[in-house]
């Protein structure tokens, strides 16, 4: 299965995630987003960890430090109301997006 | 940090592993397939970090916000650290801008460290002026310096509209500026040789006198100005700021090109001189050669320059060599201060992590990671120290300038270094210093004590136990600490208030309340024939006849000065063995000894008839000198002379020791000669007055400029502002008023400290009295429980700091004065303040203690 490059959308991916399960760590986005997209959308795992250091400091998602079921201490993630607002306007641009591109294949 | 975000990353792979394990996959399997599905881990720890710092940032931000919070909710707490702070912090950084203008800075001149002080030197005099001739001599000579300057006071009499003028100037050789590397501002420095007799008359104006004579006029290089009747041509001006300590302030700056009398003589030293080191020489063997060359010249001029030896000191040691044991005492005494300040805001800290440790201990069991409440301690003490330091460099800017205020104009003067002193870059590298140390211990502090403590206990209310003992007992040790510092401020400030009180009530010699002095300068159309002498009697007698005088004297030196080397003498029948005996020599009126309230032990006075040039001369000696010649004798009538003359002088009397040098200087031996056998112009008037003496100064400068305007007078004052202003008084009673005033804060300081400790334990210790009580204990015995504990600890202070104070004090020895070290009524006297402060202090919490209500004590948790 090819990779599919993510950088832009992988902010809205999390977020839609954190916005379906309420709390999260790092390895169950991954799994998530994995699962969700039916194995389409296969995300570099480390890659996911300087996007979400980014977007807690942007304020839209907060971070704790729990225990998973296991009793492993892990970092869970959290969305926040302004990360809340942050997905709408992600998911209208990504619609805008698609349609663009969509258009511009069906021209003739 | 950086773990965190390993921890992070790790659970992520380690929770794949577990899945793949699960799955069923072997170890290797899973490990290399999580790992390859994870990607460049050590690339997204880097991307992550790089994210993280900002976080971290924002994290700080609201540790800070907090801390200010805490400190706002504990007014009490929070005012008291930072007042004690500021003094500290403040306080020390005064005292280090003072120390770092005289002693750090180096003198502002050319290669500073290569200028030395070139001195001749007699067995009475071992750092004293030189001959001129000597000097000329020595340039000739193979000196190692490259460059060889000599300089002098000189008095300009200036004829203005309100009269004959005295301005203080100085003259110096031709090379002197350039020695120094200062070039004048506008028109030029002297010429190779613009020294030499005959040489036309030039000098240079200092900045201020250019701006308050002339007004700054850039048209002034080129006039004219006529000083001592001489024309002299004005040739430039010299740098804002210039200053030459030895000197002090002299507005007009001639050169020797106008030998005068003593000049003239080898045997008369009334230069100093200045000199440069060649590259590559040393002090020692600049001095090895000046003694060679001394040799020689005394083998060449046996009648002058026979025993006459030379030296050679730094020109800091110079100009420094007063003021250093000072600085260093006051130094010393102002870190002990900062140290108290510190111990006390520690114990102040200890106290308070004390009341939050059930906080402290709720975070550490939420996961707050031990560097989590370090950089929480940090910042606390961070927000301290901020405010404590940040007022007290106020502080220190308002100190320095009152400081500096309180110092008298002229002796601003001879250390024009202390106009220098302020906020620069070394003081705030010593303030950032002390500020980053004091926040090391700050944060230490509670740390240190959160570490050792034990979570079960702490978490618990009213947890007694282990935890709050070792706190008592590192409580304690602070406090005894704080006692011992200050009792060694305290007997350093009692030493030094001591050795002040002696230098000033100590035997003068004379009366001296009552006197005012005046300095009398005649032109030089005085000094023909016998016009000296007949002007002396004239304004003796004048002087004499105003209302309010008593009597009048006339000396050539006044007294309370530096030692001169003073004249060479001979004493028969007491064989000199070819070295000289050089006695400091006073020239006086008739009337001047018994005008100063001098003791006459044996003999006479000499009369005024006898005060004549054209007469035999006569002696009165002090008894240091008949001590030391005629041991066991009265020397009155015994002859001796000076040397090289055949003339045998009689000795007409015997006087109680006048302190004619520094106060704390021991005595010499003295003789007082006749005024008008030498024909010297200048001379300082001495009248004792009924009236205020301080008033009568007007009325004597008035008559004498009645009686000739062309005479200057100057330098008015009386003999106590004298006495009170000279060097050896000024600097023992700036030291104790100092060092007296950081004993009292330290005071203060440590007995709060005191009260503070005592009054805690006995608030830990409420349930342990309240059973006491219950059980049948009467008031007195917990008066008792809690007054032995806060003895104990006074006993060790006191008993610790008066065995450091007595080492201190040794070291302190210079600046001492008619009392030891070990001075037990003061030892006597800090201890039993301390104790009765300290008695005080505990009294409050145990009166408190005794009036506990057992039934409350037990009921409270």
Not at chain 2, 107 to 132: A, G
Not at chain 2, 260 to 266: E, F, L, S, T, V
Not at chain 2, 565 to 571: A, E, K, L, Q, R
Request: hydrophobic share 45%; charged share 20%.
């Amino acid at each position: 299965m090819a990779r599919n490059d993510l950088q832009g959308s992988l902010d809205l991916l999390v977020l839609k995630t954190l916005s379906q399960r309420n709390k999260l760590h790092g390895y169950g986005i991954v799994a998530h987003i994995q699962r969700a997209s039916d194995e389409l959308l296969q995300v570099e795992e480390g890659s996911i960890y300087p996007a979400l250091h980014r977007m807690e400091q942007s304020g839209w998602i907060s971070s704790d430090w729990a225990l998973t079921e296991t009793g492993r201490k892990a970092k869970y993630y959290r969305l926040t109301t302004s990360g809340a607002k942050q997905l709408q306007a992600a998911e209208e641009s990504f619609e805008q997006l698609v349609k663009g591109v969509r258009a511009m294949l069906r021209y003739a | 940090m950086d773990r965190e975000i390993d921890a992070e990353l790790s659970s992520h792979i380690d929770m794949r592993i577990e899945e793949n394990l699960a799955a069923g996959m072997n170890a290797d399997e899973a490990r290399r397939d999580a790992l390859v599905r994870f990607g460049n881990r050590t690339a997204a720890k880097e991307r992550v970090t790089g994210m993280d710092s900002a976080l971290m940032l924002d994290k700080i931000w609201a540790d800070i916000r907090f801390a200010l919070r805490q400190l706002r909710k504990n007014p009490g707490f929070a005012f008291t650290a930072i007042v004690v702070l500021t003094l500290g912090i403040g306080a020390s950084v005064a005292i280090f801008a003072f120390v770092d203008a005289a002693l750090i800075k180096p003198l502002p001149y050319k290669d500073p460290t290569r200028l030395v002080s070139v001195y001749e030197t007699v067995p009475s005099c071992p750092l004293c002026n030189i001959s001129y001739q000597n000097y000329l001599d020595w340039r000739r000579s193979d000196l190692p310096f490259s460059s060889l300057q000599a300089w002098t006071w000189e008095s300009f009499l200036i004829n203005t509209p309100q009269g004959t003028e005295l301005a203080r100037g100085a003259r110096v050789s031709d090379g002197f500026f350039r020695l120094l590397g200062v070039t004048p501002i506008l028109g030029r420095d002297f010429y190779a040789r613009e020294d030499a007799p005959g040489a036309p008359h030039t000098v240079l104006l200092r900045y201020g006198a250019w701006q308050e004579r002339f007004g700054g006029n850039r048209g002034v290089v080129g006039q004219t100005i006529t000083m001592n009747n001489t024309s002299y041509t004005i040739i430039g001006v010299l740098p804002e700021g210039f200053h030459f300590a030895p000197i002090g302030e002299s507005d007009f700056w001639a050169t020797l090109n106008d030998p005068n009398a003593c000049d003239k003589m080898r045997g008369c030293h009334g230069m100093f001189g200045l000199a440069r080191l060649k590259d590559g020489v040393s002090l020692q063997s600049a001095i090895a050669s000046l003694k060679t060359e001394a040799s020689e010249l005394a083998r060449q001029y046996p009648d002058s320059n026979h025993d006459y030896s030379a030296t050679a000191t730094t020109l800091t040691d110079a100009v420094m060599g007063d003021i250093r044991p000072v600085l260093l005492v006051l130094l010393s005494g102002v870190f002990l201060l900062l140290l108290i300040a510190c111990v006390n805001v520690s114990g102040l800290l200890l106290v308070r992590s004390e009341s939050r440790k059930h906080e402290t201990a709720v975070r550490a069991a939420l996961g707050a990671t031990p560097g989590r409440l370090f950089r929480q301690f940090l910042i606390e003490a961070l927000m301290l120290v901020a405010m404590g330091s940040g007022l007290g460099l106020g502080f220190a800017s308002v100190a320095m300038k009152l400081l500096i205020k309180l110092v008298p104009s002229r002796r601003i003067d001879g250390m024009p270094f202390l106009l220098t002193v302020g906020l620069n870059s070394h003081v705030l590298a010593f303030a950032a210093a002390v500020s980053l140390l004091a926040v090391a211990v700050f944060a230490i502090t509670p740390a240190a004590r959160t570490g050792r403590g034990n979570l079960r206990g702490d978490l618990t209310e009213g947890g007694r136990g282990t935890a709050a003992n070792t706190w008592r007992k590192l409580g304690a040790k602070l406090i005894v600490l704080e006692l011992a510092t200050a009792v060694v401020l305290l007997v350093g400030a009692g030493l030094l208030g001591k050795s002040f009180y002696l230098l000033l009530h100590g035997n003068l010699g004379m009366q001296s309340e009552h006197l005012a002095i005046v300095m009398v300068n005649p032109p030089k159309t005085y000094a023909d024939g016998d016009k000296s002498m007949v002007l002396e009697r004239l304004i003796i007698s004048k002087i004499g006849s105003l209302p309010g005088v008593q009597s009048v004297g006339v000396t050539s030196n006044r007294p309370v000065r530096a030692w001169d080397g003073g004249v060479p003498i001979v004493v028969p029948g007491r064989p000199t063995n070819g070295r000289r005996n050089d006695i400091p020599e006073r020239l006086v009126s008739a009337g001047y000894l018994s005008t100063v309230g001098a003791r006459l032990l044996h003999g006479r006075y000499f009369t005024e008839a006898e005060d004549d040039g054209d007469k035999p001369s006569l002696f009165v000696v002090n008894q240091t000198f008949a001590k030391k010649f005629f041991p066991g004798e009265n020397p009155v009538g015994k002859h001796v002379s000076y040397e090289g003359a055949n003339t045998q002088i009689e000795i007409v009397g015997e006087v109680e020791d006048i302190k004619e040098g520094q106060l704390d200087s021991p005595n010499q031996p003295v003789i007082y000669a006749p005024f008008n056998r030498w024909q010297f112009l200048l001379f300082n008037l001495v009248v004792r007055t009924r009236q205020n003496e301080e008033s009568i100064l007007p009325t004597l400068a008035a008559a004498i400029h009645e009686m000739d305007p062309a005479i200057a007078t100057s330098d008015g004052t009386t003999m106590t502002s004298l006495i009170t202003d000279s060097t050896a008084v000024y600097l023992h009673e700036s030291s104790a008023w100092l060092v007296g005033g950081f004993a009292g804060i330290a005071l203060v300081l440590s007995v709060v400290g005191l009260y503070g400790v005592i009054a805690y334990s006995v608030s830990q210790r409420t349930r342990e009295i309240g059973v006491r009580m219950a059980l049948g204990a009467e008031r007195g015995s917990v008066y008792t429980l809690v007054l032995k504990e806060a003895g104990k600890l006074t006993a060790i202070g006191i008993v610790t700091g008066l065995v450091c104070s007595i080492a201190a004090s040794m070291l302190m020895r210079s600046m001492l004065f008619g009392t030891q070290a070990w001075d037990v009524p003061t030892l006597a006297a800090v201890s039993v303040v301390l104790a009765l402060f300290a008695m005080l202090a505990s009294y409050i919490p145990a009166r408190r203690a005794a009036s506990v209500n057992p039934v409350e004590a037990l009921r409270a948790e």
